[in-house]
């Protein structure tokens, strides 16, 4: 999943109502924020290295230390921590170290698979981006869906208006169908190079 841990966000906002969106979408994505980090320092790095040459199908990653289950409950386990610690907000540290474990949770749906502690223990998942990426990228899109759906019904029934929903599922909707082309097809022939 990639735009759709974002969305993961909205499943939380209408229970953190005071908590800075920028907060409950950073702790969605940290995982992916991290791997980013390692795979500049060549920890773990992609092939192959352009994003250019890159298709769902051919993309092989290794995330052990961003990725697997094990490491991610550890990050899970520090945002929760480092939150409670900043914040003094138990229900605040929850949903924050809840949104940082969803993000390998939801991966094993709809992306690769990881592995459970290390590069060479059992790796678990569906790994949708091999088996089916086009299909994955539907999934993602319907999960999007679902939580700003939740976001919206949950505002509606405290009276609220969100007049951004639309805004919303523009842009995620958008952001999704935009992987659709190289799911299968690397963005070097789509541009011409």
């Given at each position: 999943?990639?735009?759709?841990?974002?969305?993961?966000?909205?499943?939380?906002r209408?229970?953190?109502r005071q908590?800075?969106?920028?907060?409950?979408?950073?702790?969605?994505n940290l995982?992916?924020?991290?791997?980013?980090l390692?795979?500049l320092?060549?920890?773990?790095?992609?092939?192959?290295?352009?994003?250019?040459?890159a298709?769902?199908?051919?993309?092989q990653?290794s995330m052990t230390?961003?990725?697997?289950?094990?490491?991610?409950?550890l990050?899970?386990?520090?945002v929760?921590l480092?939150?409670?610690?900043w914040k003094k907000?138990l229900?605040?540290?929850?949903?924050?170290a809840?949104?940082?474990a969803?993000?390998?949770?939801l991966?094993?749906?709809?992306?690769?698979?990881h592995?459970?502690?290390?590069?060479?223990?059992?790796?678990?998942?569906?790994n949708?981006?091999?088996?089916?990426?086009?299909?994955?990228?539907l999934?993602?899109?319907?999960?999007?869906?679902?939580?700003l759906?939740y976001?919206?019904?949950q505002s509606?029934?405290?009276?609220q208006?969100?007049?951004?929903l639309?805004?919303?599922f523009?842009?995620?909707?958008?952001?999704?169908?935009?992987?659709?082309p190289?799911a299968?097809t690397?963005?070097r022939?789509?541009?011409?190079l």
């Amino acid at each position: 999943m990639i735009l759709g841990h974002y969305a993961a966000a909205y499943l939380v906002r209408p229970h953190q109502r005071q908590s800075p969106l920028w907060l409950l979408l950073l702790c969605a994505n940290l995982p992916e924020f991290l791997w980013l980090l390692l795979a500049l320092q060549g920890i773990e790095s992609p092939e192959p290295a352009s994003l250019l040459d890159a298709t769902f199908a051919s993309l092989q990653v290794s995330m052990t230390y961003s990725h697997n289950l094990v490491p991610n409950l550890l990050l899970s386990l520090a945002v929760f921590l480092a939150i409670r610690i900043w914040k003094k907000d138990l229900s605040l540290a929850l949903a924050c170290a809840f949104l940082c474990a969803s993000h390998v949770w939801l991966d094993y749906l709809v992306g690769f698979e990881h592995q459970l502690t290390g590069e060479h223990s059992a790796s678990i998942g569906l790994n949708s981006y091999h088996r089916f990426p086009h299909l994955a990228i539907l999934i993602e899109l319907a999960f999007a869906w679902l939580c700003l759906f939740y976001y919206s019904w949950q505002s509606a029934r405290k009276g609220q208006v969100r007049r951004e929903l639309r805004a919303l599922f523009v842009a995620f909707s958008l952001g999704i169908l935009a992987w659709l082309p190289v799911a299968s097809t690397p963005l070097r022939q789509f541009i011409g190079l």
